[in-house]
């Protein structure tokens, strides 16, 4: 993962390597966010390079959200990433609303940042459909924000799904255009980080659908909370088809919930589609379910134990979270004060 960063086209070289990402504190950690994020996170702390990680929920009330919850679902969060391997003595481990410098870069990007760029991001079309009218224009104007998440920590470096890409391309617009319009090389030009087998792990029930907590059916996905009788049986259930696994990747095409459950093994295995399929190629998936079940309870089964271990001492949770709030404003501030003096605020 280090090589992924380092080796990239780097129009940043007068910027210190920095990996920033955040996941929505919105609920029900799934393997999709496992496999998509989280694991990667942990192999970029690895690194070297500083690495910050934010649970966003300045983004999560976009929608309107259960305030007990939303506190309960921001520990849950930040106890699924150190369960997963996140250190808080490696990265910086914090919620996004205790760091104000994300909002208040957030509104200079808002003035940056132009309404037709916005109407054109996919997820708001998506989430907004045909009640553009009374959604929130918090979601409306959510990329600016995720610019600003990044940007206020001059972020080089972001591991993101594929349905987050088009939101770095406006992080980059926005970089562009600040720069641009003040005569300055102040933002960096952050890179996406995409790869591997599984960034985009799909439903159990539905293989041309992305895995996704809201889906009605828990059926559907694979919690971060659930436990090894419950991963299996979620696994035997998957939806499959009626032929042998292909020995080559090509041979997958046409079969959505066989490539996400091949996808699933590679990912966990941390082997390539086609070392899977070389060696599982002609088995029934009455023959390698049981093996992707053995694979995935061993893998996920001690994170649902830890994440339940740290849940219950909330408290300590709270403590971490400020701990990172305090290390991400050290070196939040000093860049939003010298965008403020970019942009000609007065300040004492």
Not at 113 to 139: C, F, H, I, P, Y
Not at 295 to 308: C, F, G, K, R, W
């Amino acid at each position: 993962m280090s090589d992924a960063v380092q080796t990239q086209s780097n129009p940043n070289a007068a910027f210190k390597p920095r990996v920033f990402s955040g996941i929505q504190p919105s609920g029900g950690l799934t393997l999709g966010n496992y496999l998509g994020a989280i694991r990667r996170f942990v192999e970029m702390q690895e690194s070297g390079i500083e690495t910050l990680y934010c649970m966003v929920d300045l983004h999560a009330i976009t929608v309107w959200q259960d305030p007990e919850k939303l506190r309960h679902n921001t520990r849950e969060l930040a106890a699924g990433f150190m369960a997963a391997g996140l250190d808080p003595k490696k990265s910086i481990l914090f919620n996004q609303s205790q760091v104000p410098e994300h909002a208040q870069l957030g509104w200079v990007f808002n003035c940056v940042a132009r309404m037709g760029w916005m109407g054109r991001m996919t997820q708001w079309k998506d989430k907004a459909g045909k009640n553009a009218e009374q959604a929130s224009l918090g979601l409306f104007a959510y990329p600016s924000l995720m610019a600003a998440d990044i940007l206020i920590y001059h972020a080089t470096h972001v591991p993101v799904g594929e349905d987050q890409k088009q939101h770095l391309e406006l992080t980059r617009d926005i970089a562009t255009k600040f720069n641009h319009d003040y005569g300055v090389d102040f933002f960096p030009i952050t890179e996406p980080v995409i790869e591997g087998a599984a960034t985009r792990v799909m439903s159990l029930r539905d293989g041309s659908k992305k895995m996704s907590k809201s889906d009605p059916s828990d059926m559907s996905r694979i919690n971060m909370t659930d436990g090894a009788e419950d991963i299996a049986k979620k696994i035997r259930k998957a939806k499959t088809d009626p032929e042998a696994l292909p020995s080559d990747a090509k041979g997958l095409e046409g079969r959505p919930e066989a490539r996400n459950l091949v996808n699933i093994y590679a990912a966990l295995s941390n082997q390539s589609v086609e070392k899977v399929l070389a060696d599982v190629g002609g088995k029934q998936f009455s023959e390698f379910k049981p093996m992707l079940i053995d694979l995935a309870v061993s893998e996920l089964a001690p994170i649902s134990t830890e994440m339940s271990r740290l849940m219950n001492d909330p408290a300590e949770i709270d403590r971490m979270l400020g701990l990172g709030a305090q290390n991400a404003r050290a070196i939040a501030a000093p860049i939003l004060e010298k965008t403020y003096e970019i942009v000609g605020m007065i300040r004492s």
